[in-house]
């Protein structure tokens, strides 16, 4: 490869020597795009008509009175196809699958989410489809499941380990060193061995490019705080990197505080010490770990952020002090995504509810002069049976019953 894909001591590629060749194939292809302008042409004209870029940026009016500081903005990437930020990530990544004249893209999903958007992009590219996904996970994600399966992807419910998200990742890697020629693996997220991290925050960094210019156009100046919730971290990517040059804007990342402070509780890495620096999953980066390297247990309210490791590149700028990291709990999530539906009427998924959670805290210390840009990830469509049970609604309880009643009497 032509880079070695460090950020700080973080990054690199630690890969089976079968898939050098695969990797230098994948390096090649999107260094050439990157220098390529027809290619981020071709990008954000695919990205104007399938999936509603540029994506609005909205003045959250009625929260900002409610808190009585800082102006709140939220940049609206539940807007785009599938209803998340990912769609911008498989979108690029199809583009490229097509440069390197492949023909079929594989991938692995947690709670379903990138697998949906996976093969919905094979769909409108005509590419042979397989996600990989955990026994357990197939079980209780059916409406993601379905989707995928009705755009023609065949979902594979991987049986081994723990039957969930690493476990599935290990199968992809598996299916990729077996059928590399025809094959591009769809990582979701600024992770994994280079050049991931660097290729997904760089087809991310539309939003931050398209939120800063709007800023400006819409305000005449920048935002004083950006805040991104971080999962694997491609989110926070995408739009803080419109800003990393303007030393005048704090950038804030928001991880999953669960139930709160202790091992096991939350997937906290770089916010709380309870994370140390090691190489799995092909690269070296802070993991929620023991002593013996083995991966510890996390818990999220929301799946989307219920992950061990996190972005090299977001690790070294932990590091560097470019960017803080804060930590929200599933109550002050559930109770910040409320606030946004009653006051907004928006409908922030529960990853991206970490965001605005941590922003709600800070926004009423802050001037009424400064603006803060909050990244509405996603929505939460997909998380009405989590919030459902999360604020216990009665009346959603007696729907399903209801419904699996008919089922049984059917
Ligand atoms: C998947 C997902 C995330 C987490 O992924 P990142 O790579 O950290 O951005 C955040 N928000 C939403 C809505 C998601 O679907």
């Not at 004083?224 to 990342?253: H, I, P, T």
Request: glycine share 10%.
């Amino acid at each position: 490869m032509k880079y070695s894909g460090y950020h700080g001591r973080f990054g690199g590629a630690f890969i089976p020597e079968i898939l050098v060749p695969t990797f230098d194939e994948l390096e090649a292809a999107y260094l050439e795009a990157k220098a390529d302008p027809a290619f981020w042409q071709e990008y954000e004209q695919l990205m104007s008509t399938y999936s509603c870029r540029a994506t609005p940026i909205t003045y959250a009016e009625n929260l900002t009175k409610y808190f009585g500081g800082a102006q709140i903005y939220i940049k609206r990437e539940d807007l785009n196809h599938t209803g998340a930020h990912k769609a911008n990530n498989v979108m690029g990544q199809g583009l490229l699958t097509k440069r390197m004249g492949k023909k079929r893209v594989i991938a692995e999903t947690g709670a379903g989410q990138h697998g949906v958007a996976t093969a919905t992009m094979a769909a409108k590219f005509g590419f042979d489809c397989t996600i990989y996904m955990g026994a357990v996970d197939v079980a209780r994600q059916r409406p993601n499941v379905f989707w995928m399966e009705q755009m023609g992807a065949t979902v594979v419910a991987v049986e081994d380990g723990s039957a969930t998200l690493k476990d599935a990742i290990n199968e992809a890697f598996r299916d990729w060193v077996t059928n590399m020629d025809d094959t591009h693996y769809v990582l979701g997220t600024a992770c994994g061995p280079y050049p991931f991290p660097d290729m997904v925050s760089w087809l991310q960094s539309i939003i931050g490019k398209e939120a800063r210019e709007q800023m400006l156009e819409r305000t005449g100046q920048l935002p004083s705080r950006c805040y991104a919730c971080v999962g694997g971290g491609s989110n926070a990517m995408g739009l803080f990197g419109g800003f990393f040059e303007d030393e005048s804007v704090q950038l804030v990342g928001v991880e999953a505080g669960g139930h709160g402070r202790g091992i096991g509780q939350h997937a906290v890495r770089l916010a709380y010490d309870d994370a140390t620096v090691g190489v799995a999953q092909g690269y070296k980066t802070y993991f929620l770990q023991n002593t013996d390297g083995q991966m510890q247990e996390t818990h999220s309210v929301s799946a989307g952020l219920d992950y061990v490791g996190v972005s090299p590149i977001l690790a070294a700028l932990h590091e560097s002090k470019r960017v803080r990291f804060e930590a929200a709990t599933d109550a002050e999530v559930v109770e910040a995504m409320q606030l946004t539906v009653r006051k907004e009427g928006l409908i922030p998924a529960l990853e991206t509810s970490h965001g605005f959670a941590q922003a709600f805290k800070e926004a009423p210390e802050m001037s009424k002069d400064e603006i803060i840009l909050i990244n509405q990830s996603g929505r939460a469509d997909k998380d009405i049976f989590t919030v459902a049970d999360a604020i216990d609604d009665p009346k959603w309880k007696e729907f399903i019953i209801r419904k699996a009643e008919e089922y049984k009497r059917a």
